[in-house]
């Protein structure tokens, strides 16, 4: 029993320790200004709030209503442009990539657009010249999307700065957690006040999320570990497989009712607390990360996600891209349910999700969903061992090795 429930997180997300529960925590606030070189931050329930007190604010300032979001993101991205009464507009990414392709673009961009989301995902840093450059010169705003990179950096300083706004989760799977959290942070002083005040029209505190979110982390405390992950993770991600729901088995099951509360004082200095481990816990997941990239580079047919030029992101897990769908499948197939953090990002490009298709105009996104058919992740986290890395890389040498399954998977030779 004990051996089934041991389990790989499918990322590497700093542990609590029940010393973050002690009293007089510090300021997050703080401590996240100093660490994001930002003269301030300010702190919502969710990355998703933060998008949402962000659009809000440039709703005020502009007349503009249309939001370019990149086509392979969180759909949660997309319910925040629609909860906010703007329209998403769906941006194809480069090839083999999540990244804003330039042609898409300058394309979509026009006199109604009122912001475009850069992201950096999953630790990986985007790319800003020549993207916010696009963006800035059709008179928009840049909305940098750092939800699963706080800590990865562009020539020297923290991503998430070099938009007019940037924003960061604190949920649950991130490298910092308090279970629900944002960060917001804007260059100017008067477009701060601006988030600010927005912030504290639409997001009042409640006892009954608060209390919520306090369990959820206590839980966290207990379970994120490979003890703990099988009951928390790992079961009814096998349930779900097996039932064929891949959107629920990831938690891309997204609602457009998107909660909009305070962070208490209590949470806040829990995280302040955690704050203080996460450099070395970076830098300890980066030194992993470093050997492992040079294993997985050297499997022939697999490409490994990088950063743009100038960025040094984070890891916490692997973004692997694979010949062939079939190729990804068939890894897929071998690893997803062995409890190794084998497994898939975002399910789908946006406009695929039944959920979301209405609120585009076009599903024309064939590289985000080349992108989507093909990728996969492995998790970065310190718990998964040599021997288990090594068996990942089995499989992936197995799929790629062009005898045994050339003509299987249509691979190159
Ligand atoms: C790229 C991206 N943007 C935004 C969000 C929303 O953040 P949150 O889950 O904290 O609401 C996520 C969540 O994972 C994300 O991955």
Request: include cysteine.
């Amino acid at each position: 029993m004990a051996e089934r429930l041991w389990e790989v997180p499918p990322t590497a997300g700093l542990p609590m320790s029940w010393r973050d529960f002690l009293p007089r925590g510090g300021s997050l606030e703080l401590g996240l200004a100093a660490y994001l070189h930002q003269p301030e931050v300010q702190i919502e329930c969710s990355g998703t709030a933060a998008l949402v007190v962000a659009l809000t604010t440039l709703k005020q300032l502009s007349p503009r209503r249309s939001v370019v979001i990149p086509a392979y993101t969180c759909p949660l991205v997309a319910l925040a442009v629609a909860y906010c009464g703007l329209t998403p507009v769906l941006c194809d990414t480069r090839p083999d990539h999540f990244d804003l392709c330039p042609d898409s673009l300058a394309a979509v961009c026009n006199a109604d657009t009122l912001a475009v989301l850069i992201t950096h995902l999953g630790g990986r840093v985007a790319e800003l010249e020549v993207t916010a450059g696009i963006v800035r010169g059709r008179g928009a705003y840049v909305i940098e999307d750092a939800a699963q990179s706080l800590g990865a950096t562009w020539q020297g300083r923290p991503v998430g700065g070099f938009g007019d706004i940037g924003f960061y989760s604190l949920g649950v799977g991130k490298g910092l957690t308090i279970f629900g959290g944002g960060v917001l942070v804007a260059g100017q002083d008067e477009l701060r006040r601006q988030l600010r005040a927005t912030s504290a029209g639409i997001a009042p505190f409640s006892t009954r999320w608060e209390l919520r979110r306090m369990l959820e982390l206590a839980g966290y405390l207990g379970l994120y570990r490979p003890s703990g992950m099988g009951l928390a993770f790992g079961m009814s991600l096998r349930r779900r497989l097996k039932k064929g729901q891949l959107i629920e088995a990831v938690g891309d099951d997204c609602s457009a009712n998107i909660p909009l509360h305070r962070v208490g004082a209590w949470r806040k200095a829990i995280g302040a607390r955690a704050l203080q481990r996460l450099p070395d816990f970076l830098e300890q997941t980066a030194r992993q990360a470093e050997a492992r990239k040079i294993r997985l580079a050297a499997i022939p047919g697999v490409t490994l996600m990088r950063d743009a030029p100038g960025g040094t992101g984070t890891w916490p897990f692997f973004m692997m891209l694979m010949p062939s769908q079939a190729a990804r499948d068939h890894v897929l197939a071998s690893l997803w349910q062995a409890g190794l953090g084998v497994g898939r990002l975002f399910i789908h490009a946006l406009p695929d999700y039944p959920y979301l298709s209405a609120l585009f105009q076009t599903a024309e996104v064939p590289n985000a969903r080349d992108f989507a058919a093909r990728m996969f992740i492995i998790t970065n986290s310190p718990w998964l061992r040599n021997q288990d890395f090594e068996r990942i890389c089995s499989v992936l040498e197995e799929v790629v090795v062009p005898d045994s399954v050339e003509s299987k998977y249509n691979l190159p030779a």
